[in-house]
């Protein structure tokens, strides 16, 4: 298909990269549309392992071309970091990458901002990863923010940045922090304009063009639906919409551009920091999910909260983001537990619901209602068949297809780009 998203349909880090870096093979350009560098998406390619925090992952792929749209909060530190990265490894972006000149930029004291919301909220913290993501769509969001076109001349941003600060100041004093230096902050910032230039287009402008041209085009989301700030376990979100509506706002597209929507979803369910997990185990099968599933952020390092797969959560955004297909990754981790399980509605002071209630503590106080499965013992890394899985595994697909109310279309039996169980024609019909 011409446009395609590739998105995440849990609480992010399903395995997006992978795909997207498996997909990107096919396609002419691949766009981030959403979020900044508070992503992780990891791409193993042999015995090279890749991990992109702001770049899309077509990177790693040869010829392609990948555009920062102007949803992205661009951190111009992380970006030249990641550029100058892949170039060690071989891999020349020249030519090869645009960023948005109406991104807006995350500064450096926006990562302080981060840090002082989050003391300030005590108890209630909510796990960010303190990369300036959030001060920065708030800057945005109430035009007190400074785009990529700004930092291409600094006398454009020299009045603006010290009103900025001197509001972010206040909050500082308030969590008992140091105070913002504007001076050194405009001298960390001066060159950022210089190193970006090759690099900065008007995005939209090439997208239409690409569009209009029938090239491919694979739209890649970061985190995901559960973490979306509307339709996610608010407040403990993103600040972006991290589905497929998010690709119009994010890159100038007109909605009907959209093609095709593939949902990617973990064969379990994890989460990192704070927030709501109805179906979180923390006894030896949780255990055992996060060492198999080598189950760590990317981005910031933490452990992940592991659990039995959320059919709530994931039906709701098939539902809600018109998945046509799905990719069901890491479904190999589940190898060597007796009994799986499956919630298939929650349970709320006695009532069954079949979707995630809109207060946080109602969503904690939900009690999963589980279907269980047998397991299997088998090691799933050289499966390259449906039928080549356990008929136990097969079992278990079949019932989360069934539950998603879409097909799976592609099957990840390990992290290698070639440990992928392909199902053009869908799930074969159970013999």
């Known amino acids: 298909m011409p446009v395609t998203c590739v998105f995440g349909m849990q609480w992010g880090d399903e395995g997006k990269g992978r ?212 339709h996610g376990t608010y407040p403990y979100v993103t600040s972006s919409t991290t589905g497929p509506a ?20 973990k064969a379990y369910t994890t989460r990192v920091g704070a927030g709501p997990f109805p179906t979180r185990d923390t006894g030896p099968s949780g255990q055992r999910m996060g060492e198999q599933g080598h189950e760590f952020g990317a981005t910031t390092g933490r452990p992940r909260d592991c659990g039995w797969f959320d059919g709530v959560l994931a039906k709701r955004a098939a539902a809600t983001q018109g998945v046509d297909a799905v990719a069901l990754m890491k479904l190999d981790v589940l190898s060597g537990l007796e009994e799986l399980k499956v919630c298939t509605t929650y349970e709320l002071d006695g009532t069954r619901i079949d979707a995630p209630p809109a207060w946080t503590g109602d969503l904690e106080a939900c009690v999963p209602v589980y279907e269980t499965f047998p397991g299997w013992e088998e090691d799933l890394g050289g499966a390259r068949q449906f039928h080549d899985l356990p008929a136990t595994a097969q079992t278990y697909v079949r019932a989360l297809q069934d539950l998603l109310g879409c097909p799976i279309e592609m099957i990840s039996v390990g992290a290698e780009r070639e440990r992928f169980i392909p199902l053009d024609e869908g799930i074969p019909v159970s013999v």
């Open 19 to 230: 795909i997207v870096d498996l997909l990107a093979a096919e396609s002419d350009l691949v766009v981030r549309y959403q979020g900044g560098a508070n992503a992780g998406h990891t791409v193993v390619v042999g015995e090279e392992r890749y991990v992109l925090h702001l770049l899309p992952s077509g990177a790693i792929q040869p010829g392609t071309t990948n555009v920062i749209g102007n949803g992205v909060v661009v951190d111009p530190e992380v970006l030249f970091h990641e550029v100058d990265s892949l170039a060690a490894r071989g891999i020349d972006l020249s030519g090869r990458l645009f960023v948005s000149d109406r991104a807006h930029v995350v500064m450096p004291h926006h990562k302080r901002m981060d840090e002082a919301l989050e003391k300030l909220r005590g108890d209630d913290a909510l796990g960010t990863t303190s990369r300036g993501i959030g001060p920065t769509y708030g800057d945005k969001v109430r035009r007190a923010g400074l785009r990529v076109a700004d930092l291409l001349e600094p006398s454009r941003y020299e009045d603006v940045l010290p009103k900025s600060i001197e509001a972010w100041n206040a909050i500082l004093a308030r969590a008992e922090m140091a105070p913002i230096d504007v001076g050194a902050v405009m001298d960390e910032t001066r060159g950022w304009g210089e190193r970006l230039r090759p690099f900065v287009a008007d995005t939209v402008a090439v997208l239409l063009d690409a569009w209009r041209g029938g090239k491919r085009i694979l739209m890649e989301g970061a985190q995901g639906v559960g973490l979306d700030v509307d």
């Open 246 to 265: 998010g690709i119009p706002a994010g890159t100038g597209l007109p909605p009907r551009a959209l093609d095709r929507i593939l949902g990617i979803v």
